[in-house]
């Protein structure tokens, strides 16, 4: 629809009002703030201060992080601590009311981790009926518990003149479990063969104490007491969380509020070192309440106006529902200059348009539009809401076509019923009038976006872009003489092409593209940039014949619209043929539910892209720059610098 108008904003106040002033400015949630401009007489300082509450984030992440607490952001207006020094002290007050808790809880976990490692490993080991820590006392004996790969075991032949002696106590079908005795003078070369089998050595904890069977007992028995313990630390500390859930949220609303507006201060300008600068834009609908905001501070000055024709403002774009998620489409070409035009609504019209025209079938419209409709209620994305709309447009255009899930004698009884004696439109028996119509569809959409750049040219009293070039008044009349002249004087035979007619239609809007430079620069007061006469020659004339050929080739694009029309019905006249051989009823239906899952599938998804390349390619590149930058409140900065 149109690009939100806008106001610039100049707040002055005193050093020490910064982060007061910043805060509310975040607050506001309609502020983009911009670096602000340097004055003749005084020199503008931008601060260079590192940011403090940095690490105490770090920290309260970190805390919370631990206490498996995850904040929302809340209102904080009445939470008292202010700056870096009291927010710290909230900081490690909250965590001295835990800190004894919290650090219980981890060596608990820690623990149950180290026994519960310990079960598994004397699970396999439970068969050994001796005194572990007997075993590990021995002078002149060395004992390793592990377990070896089965492909390994039958490698330990080819060593059996070394001293050792491998017992097996459990096999789970990839690793022997058990443990090796070796003398203590031979334990380096005894290890170094087990290392070079691949013997995974078990290293039993000091508590681990008795035979198998009473060290795994013993071990169950503990686990389950600090597992015990562990929960009920953790519920008191649930409880701790939950009554001071409010608190938590505020700290952490404020001190990421309080980070945020610092870090904003490097948009800001010292000036004399007293007075700060900031500046920026605000919605113009929303200039008076931002102001406001302000109005108890009697040392902040705040100054709203009109945006300064040379000036370039960020782009807020302003749609209704219908086209508001076509702005997507938008963006990614490149969102319009803040004083240009915004395609949204003629993308929103074209795209639905081309896509109903090219996917027509009345069934799978709306299922396009019903998926689209889930997929935007479920996730907020918009590419489900532009499949909402165009799904009823190919319903609409399917309608036509009397077309129905591929079934094309579905809808007579309703046309009979019209008034029709049969369908309006048969696709397949109407092959030329598809590709004609597909053809005058381009040359409207091409007629309409010169126009679409001829007011934009005189808006921005760019009069080169308007009058002269191949997408202004001289493109314009020339396209439409030569189209004229294709389509009325050999194609209907009529005779009006004469001298006159080529001269003043064609050649003259053809030299004035040569010369659009030079014409443009006189209509703009400005001086030429000298160039060599053969040097400009050469390039207009190929820069001419250029335009003449974009405009065929951009013509015949639009033949693929015809094409899609002619693909659609030829894909479902196959799928009905492979129904009809299908066989029983339930075969045949079965086909036909695949066949249009499928046509749905991928031709759905085929139409979208070349929609898309007819909007980008056809459309956008005869008026559209692209070069805008986007209106960012400092409130949704912040999250997306958070995001990154």
């Known amino acids: 629809m149109a690009i939100e108008k806008l106001e610039t904003v100049n707040i002055l106040c005193y050093r020490e009002n910064i982060d007061d002033v910043l805060e509310r400015c975040y607050n506001s949630e309609c502020f983009h703030i911009e670096q602000p401009e340097k004055n003749e007489n005084n020199a503008l300082v931008v601060p260079n201060e590192e940011n403090p509450y940095i690490a105490l ?11 498996g607490y995850d904040p929302r952001e809340v209102d904080c207006e009445d939470f008292e601590a202010n700056d870096p020094e009291s927010i710290g002290r909230c900081i490690e007050e909250l965590g001295d009311e835990i800190r004894n808790i919290k650090d219980r809880i981890d060596e608990l976990n820690e623990e149950i981790t180290l026994r519960r490692q310990v079960e598994a490993q004397l699970k396999h080991l439970d068969g050994i009926d001796a005194d572990y820590q007997k075993l590990f006392m021995c002078d002149n004996v060395r004992v390793r518990f592990g377990r070896l790969p ?48 691949y013997f995974e050595r078990i290293h039993l904890p000091d508590f681990v104490q008795g035979t198998g069977k009473d060290a795994a007992a013993k071990n169950s028995e503990e686990l389950a007491v600090a597992t015990t313990e562990r929960d009920k630390l953790e519920k008191e500390l649930h409880a701790f969380v939950e009554s001071r859930e409010e608190y938590l949220d505020k700290l952490y609303s404020k001190l990421r ?23 920026g834009y ?32 960020p782009t807020l774009l302003k749609n209704n529902k219908f086209a508001e998620p076509f702005s997507m489409f938008v963006e990614m070409y490149g969102l319009p200059s803040g004083k240009g035009y915004d395609p949204t609504m003629l993308v929103a019209v074209t795209y639905t348009l081309l896509f109903g025209l090219m996917f027509a079938d009345l069934g799978q419209g709306l299922v396009i539009s019903i998926a689209g409709m889930l997929i935007w209620k479920l996730t907020k994305n918009k590419l489900g809401a532009i499949l909402a709309r165009v799904g009823i447009a190919s319903a609409v255009f399917g309608f036509i076509f009397g077309s129905v899930f591929g079934f094309e004698e579905l809808l007579n009884p309703v046309f009979y019923a019209m008034g029709f004696e049969e369908k309006p439109f048969e696709v397949m028996h109407s092959i030329n009038t598809v590709l004609y119509g597909a053809i005058a569809i381009g040359i409207f959409f091409i007629i309409m976006t010169i126009i679409v750049n001829i007011c934009i040219g005189l808006k921005q009293k760019d009069y080169e872009r308007a009058l ?20 009325g004087g050999i194609l209907l035979k009529l005779d009006f092409i004469t001298p006159a007619y080529i001269i003043c239609l064609i050649v003259i809007p053809a030299l004035l593209m040569f ?3 030079p014409l ?30 974009s405009f065929a080739t951009n013509t015949l694009s639009f033949v693929r619209v015809g094409g899609f029309i002619l693909s659609h019905a030829g894909m479902m006249s196959v799928v009905m043929l492979l129904a009809e051989s299908a066989g029983s009823e339930a075969a045949r239906m079965v086909v036909i539910v695949i066949g249009n899952i499928f046509v749905i599938g991928m031709e759905g998804l085929i139409v979208g892209i070349q929609s898309l390349r007819l909007e980008f390619y056809e459309i956008f590149s005869r008026f559209y720059d692209g070069d805008g930058y986007p209106f960012v409140p400092v409130n949704m900065r912040s999250e997306l610098a958070t995001k990154k």
């Open 468 to 487: 002269f070039s191949n997408n202004g008044l001289a493109g314009l009349v020339f396209f439409v003489a030569v189209v004229g002249a294709l389509v």
């Open 282 to 313: 605000v919605p113009k609908k929303k200039s008076k309440a931002f102001k406001e905001l302000f109005s108890d501070l009697d040392t902040v000055s705040v100054m709203t106006a009109p945006v300064d024709e040379h000036s370039t403002p």
């Open 257 to 279: 509020k309080l980070d945020i507006a610092f870090e904003l201060r490097r948009y800001a300008g010292y000036y004399n070192e007293k007075y700060v600068a900031i500046s």
């Open 150 to 197: 089965i492909s390994s075991y039958y490698k330990l032949s080819y060593h059996e003149h070394e001293p050792f002696i491998f017992n097996i106590y459990d096999d789970d079908g990839e690793y022997y479990w058990g443990m090796y005795f070796t003398t203590k003078e031979n334990k380096d070369l005894v290890d170094g063969t087990f290392r070079s089998l």
């Open 520 to 549: 443009g620069a006189i209509l703009a007061h400005k001086r030429l940039e000298k160039v060599s006469l053969g040097d400009y020659i050469a390039s207009n004339f190929f820069e001419v014949f250029e335009f003449a050929l």
């Open 515 to 517: 010369f659009r430079e």
């Open 57 to 67: 984030s770090e920290r309260l992440n970190a805390f919370y992080s631990k206490m």
